[in-house]
């Protein structure tokens, strides 16, 4: 099984450790066994377009797969202390210590946007450069999503594995 640190540095971009995206299911499984669940998300018809989300719940881990790219994976999602961007532990900061800790890594151009779900509020600090939303409850960060990027053309940057 997969340890901790073969998943623990969070590269914009790319990944997470040796998960990269652009990896098919069976790769992922190769690598992190089945997921404890999942969930489909179908869009009555419009080809192409189904998505489908694995979560392992022991590593605070979710990873999205999407029918538009033959199933590739296409956006990872951590809720776990153990990751690392920039070598740097983010989860639980306190919105304005993540602020200052994205700025000493380069972040530039952040949007920050409240969001309001089923009456509970986020906020998410995003950077749209790096592809990358950091998701707050409370003042805190609990939750760090990324994708992969895209080329001038618009298309899928898929990273080497």
Do not use: C
């Not at 797969?65 to 202390?81: K, L, N, Y």
């Amino acid at each position: 099984m997969t340890k901790e640190s073969e998943i623990k540095e969070i590269v914009p971009g790319q990944g997470l450790g040796i998960i990269k995206f652009g990896m098919t299911k069976d790769q992922v499984k190769l690598i992190l066994g089945n997921p404890d669940d999942t969930d489909q998300y179908l869009t009555d018809g419009i080809e192409g377009e189904d998505t489908e989300t694995w979560h392992y719940d022991a590593l605070e881990l979710s990873m999205e797969f999407s029918e538009s790219t033959d199933w590739r994976m296409v956006s990872i999602a951590t809720s776990a202390a153990y990751t690392e961007l920039d070598s740097e532990s983010l989860i639980g900061l306190k919105r304005d210590d993540l602020l200052a800790k994205l700025e000493e890594m380069g972040f530039e151009e952040l949007k920050e946007e409240e969001v309001t779900m089923d009456e509970d509020s986020q906020t998410i600090i995003a950077s749209d450069d790096a592809g990358i939303n950091f998701w707050m409850e409370e003042d805190e960060l609990t939750e760090i999503q990324w994708v992969p990027l895209l080329t001038e053309e618009e298309n899928i940057d898929w990273p080497e594995y």
